[in-house]
């Protein structure tokens, strides 16, 4: 099994990024895609989920409205657009899959992880 996250970088507030998450190993169709981000010296926190059963999606209220999560499973690749990005989203990137949305957002829900991708936004 593995899920590897790509498209970190160096961006400057008000630019965009868009991270992939191409997983492989275990049925992508059935399980829901999530990301989480971990910022410097703070706990994990969940950024946003997409069931690639049904496509159901769910956001943080601090990345609603200017960050957009889709999903491939034709290329096993789910993605994490990033618009408008502020100083304070600078973090590592993780991608986990969970069996179920209803595991959206929770720490301990996902099966698998990524090792993570670096999004850094300067002011």
């Known amino acids: 099994v593995q899920l590897v996250e790509s498209g970190g970088g160096v961006v400057q507030a008000g630019g965009s990024l868009r991270l992939s998450c191409a997983a492989s190993?275990?049925?992508?169709?059935?399980?829901?895609i999530a990301w989480f981000r971990q910022a410097p010296g703070k706990e994990r926190e969940p950024v946003s989920c997409i069931s690639n059963n049904d496509g159901t999606t769910h956001y943080s209220d601090s990345v609603r409205g200017r960050f957009t999560i889709s999903s491939d499973n034709a290329k096993n690749t789910a993605y994490l657009q990033m618009s408008d990005l502020k100083p304070e989203d600078t973090a590592v990137y993780y991608c986990?899959?969970?069996?179920?949305?209803?595991?959206?957002?929770?720490?301990?829900?996902?099966?698998?992880w990524g090792q993570g991708t670096q999004v850094s936004v300067s002011s």
């Open positions: 190993g275990f049925a992508f169709d059935d399980y829901t």
């Open positions: 986990a899959a969970a069996v179920s949305i209803l595991l959206c957002g929770v720490e301990s829900g996902p099966r698998y």
